[in-house]
């Protein structure tokens, strides 16, 4: 949104705390995601999302996941990894290293900024669509997600 500098634009504000959250992971190399959407974050929900993610990788590959230090990326009795899955930990307080975050920020810019939603459905519904209209853009998913340390290549 412009504005001129030192002012503050008018924007909609909702004081409601209705919340739904979007566990999402992306291949760059083959343009693909794997998402779900959680009425809270947990080890438990993101065990679904790993079981989510693990549907996806192609039966011949395995998938590497970037994860930072959250509390439910953390392995232990309550996070299932699937076998086709190994999960890269990031160094604490180093966000720019996950490719994921950047889609955070697209997707906040473009898809849920200066909205109010009317209820938790209707959060849901916009994360859904937010996430499939991502997943219909191979060129910017790649643009996004793409690292070039972090590519392997056989």
């Given at each position: 949104m412009w504005a001129p500098i030192g002012s503050r634009p008018a924007a909609v504000r909702d004081n409601r705390h209705e919340s739904a959250y979007l566990f999402g992971a992306i291949c760059p190399d083959r343009a693909v995601g794997a998402a779900i959407v959680m009425p809270r974050v947990s080890s438990?929900?993101?065990?679904?999302?790993?079981a989510e993610i693990s549907r996806s990788?192609?039966?011949?590959?395995?998938?590497?996941?970037v994860c930072d230090g959250a509390g439910w990326h953390q392995t232990g009795q309550r996070l299932t990894v699937p076998s086709n899955i190994t999960l890269l930990r990031l160094p604490p307080y180093a966000p720019?290293?996950?490719p994921i975050e950047n889609v955070w920020q697209y997707l906040r810019a473009n898809q849920f900024s200066m909205i109010v939603w009317d209820g938790y459905d209707a959060v849901v519904d916009a994360c859904c669509k937010a996430w499939n209209w991502l997943m219909n853009d191979q060129e910017r998913i790649v643009s996004i997600t793409t690292r070039n340390w972090a590519q392997v290549r056989t």
């Open positions: 438990e929900a993101m065990s679904v999302h790993l990788v192609r039966p011949d590959a395995h998938a590497v996941l720019e290293l996950n």
